[in-house]
């Protein structure tokens, strides 16, 4: 199964956004994550999910950003709140062992004003 990140978009500061990850097949039995890659900065974890929906976020989101799924829509959302502009990034959804591995498809571009 592939992921692709969608719904990035410009917006100001405090806003929120809700990017998409669709499943190109069934997402039930694959652990996801959210991940950023901020310009000139190596790419981090910003939130996990497992399949039986553990939960994980990186210190610097946790608070504002939500992650969920819906497994019957082959989709994982992460919601975003209180934007700031140190959360301009690249993002990108994949499953934990592709990201592991390396392999990173298409992200989308996030890029909070102040």
């Known amino acids: 199964v592939q992921l692709q990140a969608s719904g990035g978009g410009l917006v100001q500061g405090g806003d929120s956004l809700r990017l998409s990850c669709q499943g190109s097949g069934a997402i039930f039995s694959i652990n996801v994550g959210w991940y950023r890659q901020a310009p000139g900065k190596q790419r981090e974890v910003v939130a996990t999910i497992s399949t039986g929906g553990i939960i994980y976020y990186g210190d610097s989101v946790k608070g504002r950003f939500t992650i969920s799924r819906d497994n019957a829509k082959n989709t994982v959302y992460l919601q975003m709140n209180s934007l700031k502009p140190e959360d301009t990034a690249v993002y990108y959804c994949?499953?934990?062992?592709?990201?592991?591995?390396?392999?990173w498809g298409q992200g989308t571009l996030v890029t909070v004003s102040s």
């Open positions: 994949n499953t934990l062992i592709r990201a592991r591995a390396g392999y």
